[in-house]
């Protein structure tokens, strides 16, 4: 529950699909150590936008904008709740197979599983875990009303007729104390083979040592919680369970944006 006995021998186990053990871990989707670097334009530079093309009312989009400044983030937080781009609702979409080849790096077996739909949770786990591009026109009827803030906030990229994710939006989901949501990072590196160097400040997502920290934590009520150094906000759901107010804190500015989502 919320509030959590304080003791993790009570917390309920599950079975890691990477080598058969029993663990106490929150859900993942695929490997949790993938990440790769952000993709951007030759011309992007520090403090220099570059423009997308997609017809005259498309936002510029800044790689290295502040993500999450100025976005009706509630807004995109529903519109992920109504097209079910959930932890369960992708493991059940993507099936075993899919699972178990996101987990080796291979995005081929769920996207055989997919079978070439494009509705909108279809078209999610195309672009965010699959890394996927899809026309623009399914992109903008996957994120709705939202689509022109995921534009203009570099979530993704529109060029031409299509779009891909610019950074990773990712369901999470907690079995032992509720904690649940989106967590927001760089993009996954080595997914299908494909390797390119990271950006000097990268973002990983939810890695086995944050997992793992999520684990041992004690879960008595607090007041007040500092997530030091909390890169994409894991640990920031987890304490939120527990604590009346979580400050959230990183040396690196774009971890910070990134969290804020």
């Known amino acids: 529950g919320a509030g959590g006995s ?6 309920p186990r599950r079975q890691d699909p990477r080598d058969g053990t029993l663990t106490r871990t929150a859900h993942d989707l695929g490997h949790a150590t993938w990440k790769r670097p952000v993709l951007r334009p030759e011309t992007a530079r520090p403090g220099k936008p570059w423009a997308v093309s997609c017809g005259p009312r498309m936002p510029r989009t800044s790689m290295w904008g502040f993500y999450g400044v100025g976005m009706d983030i509630p807004r995109l937080r529903d519109r992920l709740i109504e097209i079910d781009y959930t932890t369960d609702s992708v493991l059940e979409r993507i099936g075993d197979a899919g699972q ?3 987990h080796r790096n291979c995005t081929l077996p769920a996207d055989v599983t997919l079978a070439g739909a494009d509705d909108p949770l279809a078209t999610l786990i195309r672009m965010f875990l699959l890394r996927q591009q899809v026309p623009s026109g399914v992109a903008e009827r996957a994120f709705g009303g939202c689509f022109l803030d995921v534009v203009a906030q570099g979530i993704i990229a529109v060029d031409g007729g ?12 907690s079995p032992d104390d509720g904690a649940s949501g989106w967590l927001v990072s760089d993009l996954t590196p080595g ?3 494909i390797v390119e160097p990271t950006r000097p400040d990268y973002v990983l997502g939810a890695s086995p040592a944050s997992l793992t920290l999520a684990e041992i934590t004690m879960r008595g009520h607090v007041g007040r919680a500092l ?3 909390t890169g994409c ?3 920031s759901y987890h304490l939120s369970r527990h604590a009346d107010r979580v400050v959230a804190t990183d040396l690196n500015p774009r971890a910070l944006r990134l969290a804020r989502l």
């Not at 304080?6 to 917390?11: A, E, K």
């Open 6 to 11: 304080g003791d993790r021998r009570d917390r």
């Open 100 to 102: 178990a080849g996101l």
């Open 162 to 173: 299509s779009a891909r994710a610019v950074v990773e939006l990712r369901p999470y989901a």
């Open 191 to 193: 997914l299908d083979g």
């Open 227 to 229: 997530d030091l150094g």
């Open 233 to 235: 906000g894991g640990q």
